[in-house]
């Protein structure tokens, strides 16, 4: 099922949600992701941190089911989840006034549900989806670990990440990481910015002191 | 980049300074931080780290003084309210009517006196709503699509239906989004009282589509409602010395800030529903059964936590309708706000705790939802956190202390407060849910002292509760049970937050805060834990907290009055800290980039010359040397070609030598001989500040002999050069390694650069991939071994 949505109306949709969701105990849901090029590999390594609640919310969210990810079973659910809202590659054409969108519980969509091709329609024909291979996770009572690797055979400078991590939860916060060699360079996604172009900073201007 | 550099010079009398020098250096590592967060010397060239706080903190006055405690001239305003109000369960309305009583306790005349209407924020065109700016469109849940429709034609605003003075005459007010004006018939001066009413209702929120920190749950299966009320009745907004009113609008994340005062609560629900609110019940003749009574009295004296309504009675009461009404009446002294819940479907829990004197009733309420988790570790959290929290504080003051389990993840009120977690369907949870539970019990009634009763401004500075109160909640976990899983307090876990690009000082205001929860929960929080642990000692700290809280408990305490209370009772400068921490964006990064060893050449030539010979034979031989070895040479032709020259060593020990020696000796001290014969090494480390923010440098020593020395440096080693510092080390042994951080107490983000000799440091998916793969290749020689077996057979 595709829901065809008129950019404005939708806007405002969103605006009422996100301004008076709270909440206080878990007051921000937050992921963070190391991502190192390897270049014997032409890989990206990625290690991913969440807060276990919030990685099993976005799970069970995503895939329709009241999984317990300390469950093995639970791997591929999880793996699913983060292919699908993580992803690095080359830029997309970013899209215009009225787009069609898909909605993001696959559940609802039926034979759509694994194919993130479709989604690509405006830009660029690389499946993401392909680049990616799941490593493994590690969950305990603090965090959750979730590591992958993402094919990228020039480095990532230049490259899009698209981050759409804990988009249900209240005011997400999704740092990432980049290293490539000696250069780093960190960016933050949000709901309101699901789709960053790596850039590492001048060397020269950034530095602490002279 | 690896160098290595050795000299040796003569030994010079009465000059220590002449030493032989080793260099072993590590790198140069790129410096990467960005100062800007700081105040930059341009001619300098550096951060001013050191740079007093004077100027960025308000001038002190006889109301806020410069030791940070409130002067003699302290005042605040009080504000005390006589509630009555009513809970529609049929249509899930809320109906109130409120007497103030305002008292101008200020220096000043006040022509107007503001409230605040907070459930306007559920109102459709409020600023929360038109402020928001537009989020990614790439994704929509259908779950996201239906809160968004409920959303829509939701409105829970405050209707206010009368605003009146004492005569029940109507009073001019305004209404400004979510805060009202009351004109006042005549000017308020100082130390007068003015007492009013107003009436109001409003639509209780669905917690399950329109999220917020109060609201209704409805529970299908045995269709009851459950109420967590809060932010419900129009309050006084807080008239202050440092800010006027603060009527801030109530955007969504800057909280609460009120003025303290005494409450009447008189709350009207179905006559089949339980209770439970800030303050001591005062009608339970009227509303509790005699059996309740009877528990209740039990769990005075109780060692554990006493049903006062067991779960089969709250199942039982699932089914009842009500009969008609009942009204539950509550009073609380001292607090600045109210909140309560109530619903036919609690559990209730009871257990009397003394803390230092003063008896605290501990209570939990929950349905059967919360069940086996709640009744085995709420009240058990709450009795835990007043231990605790007390001990670094001052004692809880108030007479009971509630955990209420319902739709709300996580929400504090004085002597009350909202939890989420619970089990599964199944009634099994896994350790997270049960030591989430927990925790956040701890943190919810934590903020009891902070801001509760160190009544901070919330609506400006989330930090100065939200980062106390998770500092303490660290503190209280791990006094909790060995290893709890606390996720706030260490330092290494907030690394990934302090090496991240998009943040803004912890001294920003609450609704501008970039990264919330890390900014205003977690890095305070940390902060704390190491200005505790690593720079002021806990003995140092404990004192200085605690004398804060003291100072404040009751009070209105702004971010310069902690800063100056802490420095005040610790008798340590921190200037730099508050600096480094709550004003910049800087982090911890240092750097070992070389160590140097200097050793003291012996006097004697007996030993200087040996050594010196030793060297020379140690040196390489070089090819062309090696290769001419075999030459044949004039000399050996003829050899009435060689001369004294030939067989002199300048390395050889000659009488002048000895001579000279026996002179210098002569003319030596006493310590100064003792000096020479100790020999020692002089090591020289190199370290530079690579993240900006100034840090105690902490070593571990490794020496060749195996043992370890610990060197714990204060931050002010920085304090003329914040970029780059030597330190003299000075042993008689020899050292094999340093660590910088090696407790992992300073958050330092790259542990990369923290060795000498340089170590590699493996990111942490190289480690998890290696652990696997050693895992699968464990599988694979397992396979091999059976194959081996089958083969050894036949070659024994
Ligand atoms: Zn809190």
């Not at chain 1, 591929?76 to 997309?92: D, K, N």
């Not at chain 1, 400078?157 to 980049?178: D, F, Q, R």
């Not at chain 2, 709450?382 to 389990?405: C, E, G, K, M, Q």
Request: charged share 30%; aromatic share 10%.
């Amino acid at each position: 099922m595709r829901i065809f949505i008129f950019p404005t109306w939708c806007v405002a949709l969103l605006l009422v949600s996100s301004a008076i969701q709270t909440s206080v105990a878990h007051p921000f849901h937050a992921s963070f992701a190391e991502v190192e090029w390897n270049a014997k590999t032409g890989k990206l390594e990625v290690a991913l941190q969440f807060d276990p609640d919030d990685l099993e919310k976005a799970v069970r969210l995503h895939c329709g089911e009241r999984i317990n990810i300390d469950d093995e079973r639970s791997a591929p659910l999880i793996a699913a989840y983060v292919r699908e809202h993580f992803s690095i590659g080359p830029r997309r054409i970013s899209n215009d006034a009225k787009v069609k969108h898909s909605v993001g519980n696959p559940a609802a969509h039926d034979a759509a549900a694994s194919d993130s091709k479709k989604r690509d329609v405006a830009g660029s024909s690389n499946r993401r989806s392909d680049r990616f291979e799941m490593i493994g996770k590690e969950i305990d009572a603090k965090f959750a670990w979730v590591y992958f690797e993402i094919v990228a055979k020039d480095g990532p400078e230049g490259l899009e990440i698209e981050n759409a991590l804990l988009a249900n939860a209240s005011h997400p916060s999704n740092t990432v990481l980049v290293r490539s060699g000696k250069r780093t360079t960190t960016m933050t996604f949000t709901r309101q910015t699901t789709r960053r172009t790596v850039r590492f900073p001048d060397a020269e201007s950034s530095t602490f002191g002279s | 980049m690896m160098k290595l550099s050795a000299q040796r010079t003569a030994w010079c009398p009465g000059i220590l300074a002449r030493l032989c020098f080793v260099v072993c250096c590590v790198a140069s590592f790129m410096l990467t931080a960005d100062i800007e967060a700081q105040v930059v010397n341009r001619k300098f060239r550096q951060a001013d780290s050191f740079r007093q706080l004077d100027e960025s903190l308000p001038t002190p006055t006889e109301t806020r003084q410069a030791s940070g405690a409130p002067g003699p001239e302290y005042w605040q305003q009080r504000a005390d309210y006589v509630i009555d109000v009513e809970i529609d369960d049929e249509n899930q309305r809320l109906i109130g009517r409120e007497q103030i009583t305002y008292r101008n306790q200020s220096p000043h005349k006040l022509k107007y006196i503001w409230l605040q209407l907070d459930a306007n924020i559920f109102a459709p065109d409020s600023d929360a709503v038109l402020t928001a700016t537009a989020p990614s469109l790439e994704r929509v849940s259908t779950e996201e699509l239906k809160r968004l429709r409920a959303r829509l034609v939701f409105d829970g605003s405050m209707k206010i239906t009368e605003v009146s003075d004492s005569r029940k005459q109507p009073l001019d007010h305004t209404i400004v989004k979510t805060m009202m004006r009351i004109d006042l018939p005549a000017p308020l001066a100082s130390g007068e009282t003015f007492s009013f009413n107003v009436a109001w209702n409003y639509a209780i929120n669905n917690s399950k589509v329109v999220r917020a920190r109060t609201g209704y749950e409805y529970f299908e299966d045995d269709k009851n409602y459950l109420y967590e009320i809060a932010h419900w009745f129009p309050r006084l907004v807080a008239y202050t010395d440092y800010t006027g009113w603060q009527h801030k609008q109530f955007i969504g994340r800057g909280e609460f800030t009120l003025e303290l005062g005494e409450y009447l609560l008189r709350i009207t629900v179905p006559d089949d529903h339980i209770v439970s609110a800030s303050g001591e019940l005062m009608n339970a003749e009227q509303v509790l059964t005699e059996t309740q009574r009877k528990r209740l009295e039990d769990a005075r004296t109780a060692k554990t936590p006493v049903f006062i309504v067991t779960p089969e009675e709250a199942e039982e009461n699932e089914s009842h309708k009500p009969t008609g009404k009942k009204t539950w009446i509550f009073k609380a002294d001292n607090v600045r706000d109210v909140a309560f819940a109530t619903s036919r479907k609690f559990i209730w829990d009871a257990q009397l705790h003394t803390v230092d004197g003063n008896e605290v009733m501990a209570m939990s309420f929950y349905p059967k939802e919360g069940e086996p988790l709640w009744s085995r570790y709420s009240t058990h959290s709450i009795i835990h956190t007043l231990d605790v929290y007390s001990r670094y504080t001052f004692n809880y003051p108030y007479p009971v202390a509630i955990s209420v389990n319902g739709p709300v993840g996580g929400m504090e009120y004085p002597m009350i407060c909202f939890n989420g977690p619970r089990p599964e369907e199944d009634k099994t949870y896994s350790k997270r849910t049960k030591y989430g539970l927990i925790s956040v019990i701890i943190h919810e009634v934590g903020h009891n002292y902070f801001p509760m009763i160190v009544n901070s401004d919330e609506r400006q500075w989330t930090w100065m509760d939200e980062g106390l109160n998770t500092f303490l909640q660290y503190l209280t976990e791990q006094e909790w049970e060995e290893k709890y899983p606390s996720r706030r307090g260490e330092p290494q876990n907030i690394v990934q937050y302090m090496r991240s690009q998009n943040q803004v000082p912890v001294m920003t205001n609450s609704e501008s805060l970039l990264q919330f929860g890390p900014n205003a929960y977690a890095k305070p929080a940390t902060a704390l834990n190491i200005l505790r642990e690593s720079i002021l000692g806990r003995e140092l700290f404990d004192f200085a907290f605690k004398e804060y809280a003291q100072r404040w408990k009751f009070k209105r305490p702004t971010p310069a009055d902690f800063f100056r209370s802490m420095e005040d009772a610790s008798g340590v400068d921190l200037d730099w800290f508050w600096r480094g921490w709550f004003y910049s964006t800087d982090h911890t990064d240092l750097s070992i980039d070389s160590l140097k060893l200097y050793t003291l050449e012996s006097p004697d030539p007996k030993v200087e010359k040996a050594a010196k010979k030793k060297e020379r034979e140690d040196e390489p031989e070089t090819l062309s040397k090696r290769r001419n070895k075999s030459l044949p040479t004039r000399a050996q032709s003829f050899p009435e070609l060689k001369d004294f020259y030939n067989d002199f060593d300048e390395l050889d020990v000659t009488e002048l030598d000895q001579k000279n020696y026996k002179k210098f000796l002569e003319k030596l001290e006493d310590d100064e001989r003792e000096l020479l014969d100790e020999m020692r090494n002089f090591y020289v480390v190199d370290i530079s500040n690579q993240g900006g923010l100034v840090m105690p440098v902490i070593f571990d020593i490794e020496f060749e002999d195996g043992s370890h020395e610990e060197l714990r440096i204060p931050a002010e080693i920085w304090r003329r050069n914040n970029e780059k510092v030597s330190k003299l080390i000075v042993t008689e042994k020899t050292i094999k390694s340093l660590t910088l951080d090696p407790h992992l107490e300073t958050a330092d983000v790259d542990l990369g650069n923290n060795h000498w000799p340089p170590k590699v440091i493996k990111s942490r998916f190289k480690l998890f991939k290696e652990k696997e793969s050693k895992n699968d290749m464990q599988k694979a020689r397992g396979e091999e071994d059976a194959a081996d077996d089958e083969e050894e057979e036949d070659s024994q």
